[in-house]
Nanobody
Framework: QVQLVESGGGLVQAGGSLKLSCAAS????????MGWFRQGPGKGRAFVSA????????LYADSVKGRFTISRDNAKNTVYLQMNSLKAEDTAVYYC???????????????????WGQGTQVTVSS
């Protein structure tokens, strides 16, 4: 199982951008479907986006569609989340997660579980 470490969070003004990174260590990253989730203040953890192991398929929550872009570089064992046009409601702890041979549909499903990072805080000021 891979170990995941997120980075790139911080404080940004509404309308700004941030790019999160998730670095994986361990074997088999290129066969892991990967996802990003977030947990806002007083809320449960919510799906944000997912990408297939090859990078050929992606999926987004409606709330971020058109503003966020997920990508991966299997040579660097890293998955990214480019976040543009940030809103105050995007404020949350963002978590990276992955599952061996998980599809993007698997990752979005309520009962999916995989390897998780420790999270990185994103705060958007209005």
């Amino acid at each position: 199982q891979v170990q995941l470490v997120e980075s790139g969070g911080g404080l940004v003004q509404a309308g700004g951008s941030l790019k999160l990174s998730c670095a994986a260590s361990g074997r088999g990253f290129s066969k892991y479907g990967m996802g990003w989730f977030r947990q806002g203040p007083g809320k449960g953890r919510a799906f944000v986006s997912a990408i297939s192991w090859s990078g050929g398929a992606t999926l987004y929550a409606d709330s971020v569609k058109g503003r966020f872009t997920i990508s991966r570089d299997n040579a660097k064992n890293t998955v990214y989340l480019q976040m543009n046009s940030l809103k105050a409601e995007d404020t949350a702890v963002y978590y990276c997660a992955g599952g061996l041979l998980s599809t993007i549909a698997d990752i979005r499903s309520r009962d999916w579980n995989g390897a998780w990072g420790q999270g990185t805080q994103v705060t958007v000021s209005s």
